[in-house]
């Protein structure tokens, strides 16, 4: 087994909070920026996409967040199911809603 499997599993056990695996996804420079700020949501906790894209500086930039997130190589590791529509609602992931809001349960961001 791998590390990244061995901390996956971990992860899904729910014994794991946080990847420690070296990290370099390909992607342009907005696209970097945006996984970085991924990785600053903390395990069972979801920000807006709106909120994401404040926190990067670009005020009006929740699609142009959400267009990055679409675009993340290693979803999980990288937690974009972590972002939200505004009101809260699931949307946008590319593994499919279902996932999405079984990653939120596992991690007790979701009742």
């Known amino acids: 087994m791998t590390e990244t499997q061995k901390q996956l599993a971990e992860y899904f056990a729910g014994t794991r909070r946080a990847f420690e695996l070296p990290l370099d996804p390909a992607g342009t420079e907005f696209q970097q920026r945006a996984?970085?700020?991924l990785l600053e949501?903390?395990?069972g906790e979801t920000r807006?996409?709106?909120e994401q894209a404040q926190r990067l500086?670009?005020?009006n930039g929740a699609r142009?967040?959400?267009s990055a997130n679409a675009r993340n190589p290693i979803p999980i590791v990288?937690?974009?199911h972590r972002l939200v529509g505004a009101s809260g609602e699931l949307t946008g992931y590319a593994g499919g809603l279902e996932v999405k809001e079984h990653l939120l349960r596992l991690e007790g961001a979701l009742a």
Request: hydrophobic content about 45%.
């Open 78 to 80: 990288i937690p974009c």
């Open 48 to 50: 807006t996409y709106a």
């Open 64 to 66: 142009a967040v959400g």
């Open 35 to 37: 996984w970085r700020a």
């Open 41 to 43: 949501i903390p395990y």
């Open 57 to 59: 500086g670009i005020p």
